[in-house]
């Protein structure tokens, strides 16, 4: 099960913040909250956020700092500036440090939750296209970079031949899609070769053993009965070994 996205709210208004907290909850967020700016501070160098809902006038470090140390990090986390300072300058300001979103006080707190949403999404969009842009391939917990000719499994690297390799990257680049063994074979090994369907079997074989869990009840690649095999997700079931 993917991890919920965390939030870390930077609010010293107990009341606002246990608001904020409560719906983000409930639309299954995991959420922090730092009463000042100094705890703020520490959350985020302590941990990796998926959102950040910053309040700019904090007592300790103000809210325009923690956006700007959130800015000097290596990883990129989208940021929401609340404020009682309504003025132009102040949302400018805000927005010119690198926050991607402000709402002014007083707010609704269902809009705030769904402007949450609505970054978390853009931001994941963004990321995916920025993967597919560098060819990388990723299907569950299998992530695959055909320049580096590397595959990995919940960030674990794993040691593959570069058959096996090819393998794999074919099954990724169709996901669901089922192929026989004679298609896998000139798809994969570039040529039709009769009577060595067994070489397919084989690699099959030793991939599950590299990738799978439980290489005996697989749940990456799956045998479809009566037609080949295929790349499915881990909470698919496995279909019945074909002959």
């Known amino acids: 099960m993917e991890s919920p996205k965390r939030v870390l709210i930077v609010e010293d208004d107990a009341h606002i913040a246990e608001l904020l907290r409560m719906h983000l909850h409930d639309e299954g967020y995991a959420v922090t909250h ?22 700019l006038m904090l007592p300790g470090v ?10 000097a990090m290596t990883r990129y986390t989208p940021i929401i500036i609340t404020s009682a300072r309504s003025s132009e300058v102040h949302r400018i300001l805000g927005l010119e440090l690198g926050a991607d979103d402000y709402l002014a006080k007083p707010f609704s707190v269902l809009e705030l939750v769904a402007r949450v ?8 969009a963004m ?25 990995r499994v919940d960030g674990r690297l ?29 798809q994969v090994w570039g040529y039709q070769h009769d009577g060595y ?11 599950r053993t590299k990738i799978e869990a439980n290489p005996a009840e697989p749940s990456h690649i799956l045998t479809v009965w009566g037609r080949g095999y295929k790349l499915g997700s881990p ?9």
């Open 34 to 55: 730092a009463p000042d700016g100094h705890a703020g501070v520490r959350e985020l160098e302590r941990g990796s956020w998926d959102a950040l809902v910053l309040d």
């Open 62 to 71: 103000d809210g325009l700092e923690i956006c700007r140390r959130a800015r």
């Open 117 to 124: 949403r609505a970054l978390l999404r853009r931001t994941e």
């Open 127 to 151: 990321a995916r296209h920025a993967r597919m842009a560098s060819g990388l391939l990723e299907v569950a917990n299998l992530a695959i970079d055909p320049l580096a000719r590397e595959a």
């Open 158 to 186: 794993i040691e593959l031949t570069p058959r096996e390799f090819d393998l794999l990257y074919f099954f990724a680049r169709h996901p669901g899609k089922v192929f026989s063994r004679l298609d896998l074979l000139n």
């Open 197 to 207: 369907e067994h070489t397919v079997n084989t690699h099959i074989n030793r991939l």
């Open 235 to 243: 909470t698919a079931d496995a279909s019945e070994e074909a002959p």
